[in-house]
């Protein structure tokens, strides 16, 4: 796997005054340099509350940043949240299959998703979800979004400590 330029994102990070918003930016900059992105979101996901939510979005007009939903038990997260490995469908039909907004998803010429876990201490704190054409995540573009695991703890971690005040 070749490791992305960090550079960018390791400044936005880093900058007095760095906010999760500046972070994530930074974070989708990065992601889209790397894998590649139409549609790029990041959730939390809190399993000792179970819920789930949406705090970054590329596309606010279509996904916004949202309040928290149940986190229900599907394949999908018992794939990405149980057992912390990547989901990817590369068409339309791998995506009907596990998320009821699929509709939504093909209306933005978007018809291939690939959901990274985010983890941090052993536990789930979050995905970073990357939406494109069809048949866009290759075997090569996975492997590519393994390097964006350490940039999303750091990014939740951030919007973490925030939150709390810290």
């Known amino acids: 796997m070749q490791v992305p330029d960090y550079t960018a994102f390791t400044k936005a990070v880093a900058a007095e005054g760095a906010t999760p918003e500046t972070a994530f930016a930074a974070l989708w900059a990065l992601t889209r340099d790397a894998v590649g992105a139409k549609l790029f979101t990041v ?13 970054y979005s590329n596309m606010p007009d279509a996904y916004p940043v949202s309040g928290t939903k149940p986190a229900n038990e599907t394949d999908w997260s018992r794939q990405v949240i149980r057992d912390k490995k ?12 596990v998320f009821s907004d699929h509709e939504l998803i093909k209306s933005l010429s978007c018809e291939s998703v ?12 979050g995905t970073i979800n990357c939406l494109h054409v069809a048949g866009f995540y290759t075997p090569e573009r996975v492997e590519a979004a393994e390097a964006l695991k350490l940039p999303g703890a750091l990014c939740l971690l951030l919007n973490e400590l925030t939150a709390r005040g810290d």
């Open 86 to 97: 990547t989901f990817v469908a590369n068409d339309i039909d791998g995506i009907a299959a």
């Open 114 to 125: 690939i959901n990274v876990p985010i983890i941090v201490a052993g536990e789930v704190k």
């Open 43 to 55: 959730m939390t996901h809190d399993g000792r509350n179970g819920v789930a939510q949406r705090i």
